[in-house]
DNA sequence: GATGAATGAGCATTCATTCAT
DNA sequence: GATGAATGAATGCTCATTCAT
C-alpha cells in the first residue's frame, strides 16, 4: 500500500493521523476486508461491525481511523485505482507485442491475469462498474476508465504513427469504441444472467477487433 | 398504462387488487413518483415516504397497493420496460431511412426523443445502467438490453441479406461491438464527470458508426 | 341466537341497530366466523380483516355493527355464555343418573357431547380459559365458570338433602373441589404438551370422585 | 441471577454475549422492568419502549441484549423458572412438618412466603396461569406446573410409603387432585372477580385437604 | 346499508456514530 | 490507542378505524 496516499488521504480528512500510524499489516487488513465486502454489496448494504470483523478490529477502530463509513469507502477507492494503475503501468513497462491491434487485445485480455492476482480489486471494479450504488462510485468509476481510455490512447496514437491506423480518424473515437466494446465484453461475460448466448470471451474479443480493423461492408 | 401488465403483476402478487382497481389516474400518479424518485437515488435511500408524498397519497395506501416497498420497485421496472419496449416497437413501425448505417444510427438518435418525451424513464434507466444497486435492477437492465439487442439484431439481419454488410461476419459481433458503443456513448454524454472532454453525442455516433463500417486500417 | 340478547348488545352498546336488523341468517354467519377466529388466536392477533373474509361481509360492515373490534368480541363471549347455559340448562331436564356422584360424574362427560356439538363454542372456552389474553376475557371465563359451580352447587345440594354426602361439610368446599378437579382435567386433556404422561379422561375422572368421595386415608 | 442459565441462554442464541457480559445489577434492573411489564400486559401490549424506561437503558441496548422482544420474553421465563425452583427446593430442604396432609397443605401456603419475597415473579405467573396469551408462554405454565408437580409427587410416595395414604390409589390421581386444587384455589383468590363470595384462603385449602382425605360420604 | 379504499398512529428493528473505560 | 457497550434517529410495515361512494 502506497504509504503517500495515505498521507495524501490524511490531509483530506478521508483517514486520521491514528490510521496513518498504524502498522503496514494492520492497514492491509483493512483494506482486504474493505475490499471483500464493498465488492460484495452495496455500500448501504456493507455493515462496518462486518468489516470490523473481517480485519479483526473493532468498529470503534474503524470510526477512530475513518470518522465516517463513507471516508473508509473513499479510501478503498482510492487504493484500488492506486493498485490498477500501478499493475497497468507494470503491465505496459513488459509489452511484448508490437501490432496495435494485438497490443489492444492484449491489453484486455491481460485483466484475466489481473484478475487472477487481484481477485478482491477486480470484483470491486465489477461492482462499481455495474452494481454500484453510492453517489461517490461513480467518481471511481470514471477514474478507472479515465486510466484504461489513457493507455488506449498511447496504444492508438502509437498506431497512428507507424502508419497501422488511419491518419484522417480522430483518435477519441477509437478510444470510445475500443473502450466500450471492452466494458460490454466485461459486462457480458460477468454479469449477464439474460438468456442471450454467452460467448467466449476471447474469441469475441478477437472477432470484434478484426471487425474495426477491416470494417464490415 | 397497460392494463394486461397490472392483471399479470397481481396475479404474481407485485400488485394488489386494489391497485388494479385504481383510476388510471392514480395509477399513474404513483408510477410516476416512484420514477421520478428511484430515478434520482438508490433503493435503499428512497424512502416511501417521499413516494407517499409526491403522490399524493398515504403510506399505508402504497403499503396497501404493493405489500412491499421491493414490489413497488419491481412494479414501476416492469412500465418503464413496458413503455421502452413499445415506444421502440412503434419508432420502427415508421422507421424512415434504410441503408443499415443510417438505420443503426438513427434507433441509437432517437433515443433523444425518447428522452425528451419520457424523461422520468430515460433517467430511471439511466440510474438502473451505471448507478443501480439493488439485486433487482440487474435483471432490469438485462432486459432492455436484451430489447436493444434485439432491434439491432433485425437491424443487422437486413442489411447481411440486402449485402450491405459481409456475410462472413457473425452477427452476434455485430450486435456487441454496436451495443457496447451505443451504452459507452449514452455513459459519456449523460454520466461521465470526469475532466476528459465531453464530445458531441451525435457527431461521435456518427463517426464511430462510419470507422466500423469502413475499418480503421 | 336468543334475540333477546342482541337487544340488550344494543341498549348497551355493544352492537348497534343495523346489526340487530340483520337476518338471522348473517348473524349467525358473523358469530360463527368471530368464533372460529377468536377460538384460534389471542385477541391482539386476530384481525377483522379475516372475521369479515370467514363472514363474508365487509370489514366496514364489522365496524358498522360494532364499532369497535372489542364489542364484536364481547358480543361473541355473550352469546357463547347464552348457548353454553342452555345446553346445560337443557341437560340437566333430561338428566337420568340420580346418584350425587354419578351425576357429577355425567355433568363433567357430557361436556364431550357439547364438544362433539358446539366444537367452535368448546375450543373458544378452551382458549379463554387457558390461553386468553385480552383484559375482557376474564369476566368470560368467571361467568362459565360461575355457571359451572352452580350446576355443581344444585348436585352437591340435593346430595347433602338425600343423605349421600355428610352435613358437616360446607358446599362451597366441595363446589370447589370438584370443578378444580374438573377444570385440571380439561387442561390436561385438550393443552398440556409437557412430558408427563397423559391420562385418559373418563378413567381418571371417575378414580378422581371415587378417591374424594371415599377419602385416602 | 443464575449466570449458568445465562451462559445457555447465550447458546441458545436467546441473549447476546453482550448481555452476559453486563453487570449483574444491570441484568438484574432488566430483568425486573421486564418482569413488572410482562406481569401486567399480554406479550403485544407490552413495549419495548417502556421496559426500556423502566429498566433505564436504551430500547437499542434491549434489542442489543436479545436481538428481539420474543427473547426477552423467553430470558424472563426461564429465569423465573429457575427462581421458582430454587426458591422451593430450597423450601423442602428445611420443611418442618411430617405428615402428608400437612405437608401438602404447607407447600400451598408457603407460597404466601413466596409471593411476598417475589411479587413480581408471583404476579407473572398468575398473568401465565390465567391471562397469559402468546404461544410461548404454554411452555412456561407446564415447566412450572410440572414442578409443582414432581413436589406433590414426592410428598405423596413418601405418604404411601409411610402407610399415611391408601396404597390402591394411584399417584397421579393424587397429584391431579391435589394440584388442581392449589391452581383453583390461586385463580379464586387472585383473579376471580366474580360475584360469587371469595372465600379464605387458608381456611378453604385446610377443609379441601380435609374433605379429601377423610372423603365425603 | 354495504363496501373497501384511505389513513396514520404505532411499533420492532437497524445501524452508524458516540463515548466511557 | 483500542474496545465494544450505549444510543436513538430513522424506516418499513401493521391494522383498527374512518370515510367517500
Known amino acids: 500500500m502506497d504509504e503517500n496516499i495515505i498521507v495524501r488521504l490524511e490531509k483530506e480528512k478521508v483517514v486520521t493521523a491514528t490510521f496513518r500510524k498504524l502498522s503496514p499489516d494492520k492497514k492491509d487488513k483493512i483494506y482486504k476486508a474493505a475490499l471483500k465486502l464493498f465488492g460484495e454489496d452495496v455500500f ?7 468489516i470490523a470483523k473481517t480485519a479483526k478490529v473493532s468498529k470503534g477502530s474503524l470510526i477512530q481511523y475513518f470518522g465516517f463509513k463513507e471516508n ?12 490498477y494503475k500501478s499493475c497497468f503501468d507494470n503491465y505496459f513497462l513488459n509489452e511484448s507485442v508490437i501490432r496495435t491491434k494485438d497490443r489492444i487485445e492484449q491489453f484486455v485480455l491481460s485483466h484475466k491475469i489481473f484478475r487472477k492476482n487481484n481477485k478482491g480489486e477486480f470484483d470491486f471494479m465489477l461492482k462499481m462498474f ?3 450504488s453510492y453517489k461517490l462510485s461513480g467518481s471511481f468509476v470514471s477514474r478507472i476508465y479515465d486510466i484504461q481510455k489513457e493507455y488506449l490512447k498511447k496504444i492508438i496514437e502509437r498506431g497512428v504513427q507507424s502508419n497501422q491506423l488511419r491518419r484522417d480518424i480522430k483518435v477519441q473515437y477509437l478510444i470510445l469504441i475500443f473502450h466500450s466494446i ?12 439474460s438468456v442471450s448466448q454467452k460467448n467466449d470471451f476471447e474469441q469475441t474479443l478477437h472477432q470484434c477487433l ?4 477491416n470494417g464490415i461492408k
Open 44 to 50: 448501504e448494504a456493507v455493515l462496518l461491525e462486518n
Open 72 to 83: 473508509l469507502f473513499l479510501f478503498l477507492a482510492e487504493i484500488v485505482v492506486s493498485n
Open 130 to 132: 455495474f452494481e454500484n
Open 182 to 193: 471492452f466494458i460490454g465484453l466485461l459486462r457480458e461475460r460477468f454479469l449477464d444472467k
Open 210 to 213: 478484426n471487425i474495426v480493423f
